[in-house]
């Protein structure tokens, strides 16, 4: 038994590290701009089909096939920031609302292109690793590692750096910083594309441990939301451990509850902290 | 005025067109009309942004066959409890968002949140709704009592039935919309600050905008269930919910007749332009996108605009 | 007494911004509230209206208990409160704005009869709000503008604006924050004609103001506050001339040798 939930524990810190990305795309997005962007789910997955076609179709090692799969998602992005978002900075609900619209036309376009047919991507490394008595794919902890690190990552830049600091002193009081001559509107785009290139990114390595279907980023994106505001809307560290939280209690509800709840855990999550703590894990309570 | 036009001159329309096929495009916008009416109170009047309509759609669909089924009750009778379920639901959520006064987006997660769940529920509950392969609804609604009844049967039928269900829902809607309740709810939406200090209980009347939405997304989701003669978990999709939300970006927010203009493009869009599946989607996501940031104030929103500029 | 707070305190964190804080309004008086800026003033009327919760004191008015209620309760008892920075209904004009100020109005004089404006929705149910709503206007100088949208209104207009609608809510008691503040001469004269004529109709009146010579000719009584705490109180040429409200304004090296 304990075999069983120490696997599962493992099993739910990878997938916490997925939902944690896409929970800190969210969580920047919203914390700088005021929007919530829906349509990460949909950036999400065109990073993983990116990764597939340059590494199944073109034929490009998976390493080098990584990095574009990425920009491609992120300079997708940058289109809809320029091309959408851009008009929407006044009114968040209208942000909301056509996040909403872009998932339509995404999703769709992705259908149309792939078909709903899932596709599997080539092993990119085989092979298991023993981790306390228990075998794990290696490319499971290469994700892990991974995404962990850009997690890490940003939290550091956005701490240490002056980039960083710009952007944490907009979210607290954007109108004193736009007269202190932070370049607001250049801010409001670079943390937009940034989480849709995250998003990318995680959508890569989602594509080398499961298959491909273009409903991938409704999924997703739901549960990065629900992560966010399990760890506190506007907390990086709230991100990553609201998508922890979720995937392990999802993994070990496995071994209890039927898979058919699998879906419901984020769900009561957000209910729950909703009513007990609106603020999240890390926020400020009520 | 111009509402009354129109309900003649759709009351009209059968006696000139005779295609069934296009009659039943007609009948699936009544029907949705009426949902999208329901949605505009919540979110263009109250400004309020929820995703539970769907839910509540579908639900009423599953409850109101099932009732009927259990205790051979008709239709009417067996609308009441999904009605009433619906009303409970509503205030349950309600008191949860509404209480803590949660910021916009933290409402229409929420309201996902329970609309998903709602879905689960209904999806993995096979014994009661048979899951994802649904349940053939084979009774009718009857109208008229003991010998003089008709079960409402047919593409005339169900084209007046429906007809008539969007005429007293528009009606109703209007009455509450031109009432103190739309006042407030307008308030709440413009400045929910200013609002409470004028003395317009906050609590109340988003509980009852999001009440009443509920309630004619019920009405309209049995309807469809029983015209259709099927529901499945898909009722309560997300997508069912975007749908609406649709109609009324795309139809006019905040009036009267845009939801149910909103609902006649987005219903005879696909039938006009012969597209597959998801060509529709991306065109009525590219809808909502223009909607939204070219015209807000949608179809009928814009005519009376240019209207007031001609006068 | 109409209303009493008694020792209404207010603390945010390690920040006391209303320390202690006692006094009494009656009908038909006008009391004046002076002040430094960050004084507690404007926190003062915001707990009095509900906005905000008392950290430790009572707030009593016609004699019951009042701190905890919500703030639509505390306006439909007959205390209401205007913003320091004026808040509207942009998108309606400004007859609507009043209109819906007419809530209180409507629900206390019909009760569950507005129910039938349901089933009338061509005309409303109380042509006597019209009428109430109109006078307002008049008394306020906004009938001129009373079909253009708020947002499109002059700074004063709008501060009258907010009056009116505060008006509209039939109050017993009306706290208003700085009323005067950017309003030309004219219009300052305006505004003290509107609040005598609702101190003739026995309304009770707080107003924050920094405009001392206006305040100081219309006020009975007056307070001053200093960080927080009361330092003065009594008619307001004994307020303005007390050794700590100059200081508190002016810095001690203005106050008279004597004093």
């Known amino acids: ?286 | ?311 | 007494m109409l209303f009493e707070a008694a020792h209404a305190t207010k603390r945010f964190g390690g920040l006391t911004a209303v320390a202690d804080i006692s006094f009494a309004v009656d009908r038909g008086e006008i009391l004046g509230i002076f002040g430094p800026n960050g004084s507690g003033k404007t926190t003062l009327l915001n707990l009095i209206s509900g906005i905000l919760p008392l950290s430790a004191g009572r707030l009593r008015w016609k004699g019951a208990e009042i701190h905890g209620l919500a703030p639509h309760r505390i306006a439909a008892l007959g205390i209401v409160k205007t913003f320091q920075n004026p808040q509207l209904f942009l998108e309606l004009t400004v007859a609507e704005n009043v209109g819906i100020a007419g809530h209180l109005a409507l629900k206390r004089h019909l009760g569950f009869g507005r129910v039938r404006e349901l089933f009338r929705p061509a005309q409303r149910v109380q042509p006597g709000l019209d009428a109430q709503s109109e006078r307002i206007l008049r008394l306020c100088r906004l009938d001129s503008v009373r079909d253009q949208f708020a947002a499109s209104l002059s700074y004063g207009q709008e501060k009258m604006l907010g009056v009116a609608m505060a008006m509209m809510c039939e109050p017993e008691l009306l706290l208003l924050d700085e009323p005067a503040s950017g309003l030309g001469e004219e219009e300052i004269a305006n505004l003290e004609a509107v609040l005598r004529e609702l101190r003739r109709e026995g309304v009770a009146l707080c107003v924050i103001d920094h405009k001392i010579g206006f305040l100081g000719r219309l006020a009975d009584r007056a307070l001053a506050l200093r960080h927080g705490a009361l330092i003065a109180e009594g008619r307001p040429e004994a307020v303005l001339n007390h050794p700590d409200v100059i200081e508190a304004y002016l810095g001690r090296q203005h106050v008279p040798a004597e004093a």
């Open chain 2, 1 to 311: 005025m111009i509402a009354a036009l129109a309900a003649v001159a759709l009351a009209l329309v059968p006696l000139v067109v005779k295609a069934d096929f296009v009659l039943t495009i007609f009948i699936f916008s009544f029907i949705l009309g009426i949902a999208a009416v329901g949605f505009d109170i919540i979110f263009g009047i109250a400004g309020q942004l929820s995703m539970f309509h769907a839910a509540s759609f579908g639900i009423a669909g599953y409850t109101t066959f099932l009732v009927m089924k259990a205790w051979a009750l008709s239709f009417w009778l067996g609308l009441l409890p999904a009605l009433a379920l619906v009303v409970a639901m509503s205030v349950v959520i309600g008191s949860i968002c509404f209480k803590f006064r949660l910021k916009a987006f933290y409402f229409a997660v929420v309201t996902l949140a329970f609309s998903e769940l709602a879905r689960l529920v209904v999806m993995n509950w096979t014994g009661l709704t048979n899951g994802t392969l649904g349940l053939m609804i084979m009774a009718k609604p009857v109208i008229g009592f003991g010998s003089l009844s008709r079960p409402i049967e047919g593409t005339l039928a169900w084209y007046y039935l429906t007809l008539v269900s969007l005429a007293l829902a528009v009606v109703a809607a209007r009455a509450v919309v031109r009432s103190w309740i739309g006042r407030a709810c307008g308030a709440i939406r413009l400045n929910e600050d200013l609002a409470q200090t004028l003395g317009i209980d906050i609590f109340r009347y988003k509980m009852l905008a999001f009440a009443i939405a509920n309630v004619l997304a019920a009405l309209a989701g049995a309807l469809f269930a029983f015209y259709t003669g099927y529901i499945d978990p898909s009722y309560l999709s997300i997508g069912q919910s975007l749908d609406i939300i649709a109609m009324v970006l795309i139809g006019g927010q905040g009036t009267v007749l845009g939801p149910v203009v909103g609902a006649f493009v987005l219903t005879g869009l696909p039938h006009l332009i012969e597209i597959g599946a998801e060509q529709r989607a991306m065109l009525i996501g590219a809808i909502l996108i223009a909607a939204i940031l070219l015209f807000p104030r949608g179809i009928v929103g814009s005519l009376i605009r240019l209207a007031r500029r001609a006068v």
């Open chain 1, 1 to 286: 038994m304990t075999q069983l939930l120490i696997g599962q524990l493992l099993n739910g810190l990878i997938v916490g590290t997925l939902y944690g990305i896409i929970a800190l795309g969210v969580t920047l997005t919203f914390g700088i701009t005021g929007i919530v962007n829906f349509a990460l789910g949909e950036f999400m997955m065109i990073g993983a089909y990116s990764a597939w076609y340059l590494a199944d179709v073109v034929g490009l090692p998976y390493p080098v096939a990584l990095l574009p799969a990425v920009a491609i998602a992120g300079l997708c992005g940058l289109a809809a920031d320029q091309l959408l978002f851009r008009f929407t900075r006044d009114n968040l609900v209208n942000g909301l609302l056509v996040s909403i619209g872009l998932i339509s036309i995404i999703e769709s376009g992705a259908l149309l292109s792939w078909t709903a047919t899932p596709k599997e991507m080539d092993y990119v490394l085989s092979g298991t690793v023993r981790l306390a008595g228990i075998g794990l794919p290696k490319m499971r902890l290469v994700v892990f590692a991974l995404l962990a690190a850009v997690i890490f990552l940003t939290y550091v830049g956005l701490m240490r750096t002056w980039l960083g600091r710009a952007a944490y002193a907009y979210a607290q009081n954007p109108e004193a910083a736009r007269l202190m001559g932070v370049r607001t509107g250049l801010l409001q785009s670079g943390v937009f594309v940034y989480s849709t290139a995250l998003a990318g990114l995680g959508g890569a390595l989602y594509a080398t441990l499961y298959s491909l279907e273009p409903f991938m980023g409704g999924l997703y994106v739901l549960k990065g939301v629900e992560a966010a505001i399990l760890g506190g809307i506007g907390s990086l560290s709230g991100a990553l451990v609201g998508g922890l939280i979720l995937g392990v209690t999802e993994s070990i509800g496995a071994i209890f509850l039927p898979t058919a709840f699998r879906d419901a855990y984020g769900l009561i999550f957000v209910v729950a902290i909703l009513v007990l703590r609106p603020g999240g894990l890390f926020g400020e309570g009520r």
